[in-house]
């Protein structure tokens, strides 16, 4: 005996998530980093949000509008209105905004260890992260549910 799990649910899970690592993706810093000159008694550090860096805000605001276009999605699920051919756009869309996030931050990293500069994820990143991956997830349950992959 197999059990399925009511795909309304699985829409309802997945439009908080989006919502919620949208938001804090777009009101939080999403990485750090500090360096220090002991010898000149030099400090600097700095965030980065999607606001204020012009190499990295491009794959940030492209994340956040994936996660946007999440929830359109899931909020079409939870009303069925939803289209088949529009519902494996979600599952896309969830997996390009974690993409775009783990490149952006897979940059940033490398940059930090080559200036040899302190650095470190903050809350933008795990939420925008975790948010996706459970829309992700969510949204592939939800299309598995309903239908086969066409």
Same mark, same amino acid.
């Given at each position: 005996?197999?059990? &399925?799990?009511? &795909?309304?649910?699985?829409?309802?899970?997945?439009?908080?998530?989006?919502?919620? /690592?949208?938001?804090?993706?777009?009101? =939080?810093?999403?990485? =750090? $980093?500090?360096? @220090?000159?002991?010898?000149? =008694?030099?400090?600097?550090?700095?965030?980065?949000?999607?606001?204020?860096?012009?190499?990295?805000?491009? !794959?940030?605001? *492209?994340?956040? /509008?994936?996660?946007? !276009?999440?929830?359109?999605?899931?909020?079409? /699920?939870?009303?069925?209105?939803?289209?088949?051919? !529009?519902?494996?756009?979600? *599952?896309?869309?969830?997996? +390009?905004? *974690?993409?775009? @996030?783990?490149?952006?931050?897979? /940059? !940033?990293?490398?940059?930090?260890?080559?200036?040899?500069?302190?650095? $470190?994820?903050?809350? %933008?990143?795990?939420? %925008? *992260?975790?948010? %996706?991956?459970?829309?992700? +997830?969510?949204?592939?349950?939800?299309? @598995? @549910?309903?239908?086969?992959?066409?």
């Amino acid at each position: 005996m197999s059990t &399925t799990i009511n &795909t309304n649910s699985l829409y309802v899970g997945s439009l908080i998530t989006s919502i919620i /690592g949208a938001a804090i993706l777009l009101i =939080g810093d999403f990485s =750090g $980093w500090y360096w @220090q000159n002991y010898y000149l =008694g030099i400090e600097e550090e700095g965030w980065i949000n999607p606001f204020n860096h012009i190499l990295m805000s491009p !794959f940030l605001l *492209v994340a956040i /509008g994936l996660l946007a !276009f999440c929830a359109y999605i899931s909020y079409l /699920g939870v009303t069925d209105n939803l289209s088949d051919n !529009f519902a494996n756009l979600g *599952v896309f869309a969830a997996l +390009g905004a *974690v993409g775009s @996030q783990l490149v952006a931050f897979s /940059g !940033f990293a490398l940059v930090n260890i080559i200036e040899d500069n302190a650095w $470190w994820p903050d809350i %933008g990143f795990w939420g %925008g *992260v975790i948010g %996706g991956a459970l829309t992700l +997830g969510l949204l592939y349950m939800a299309r @598995q @549910q309903t239908t086969t992959w066409k």
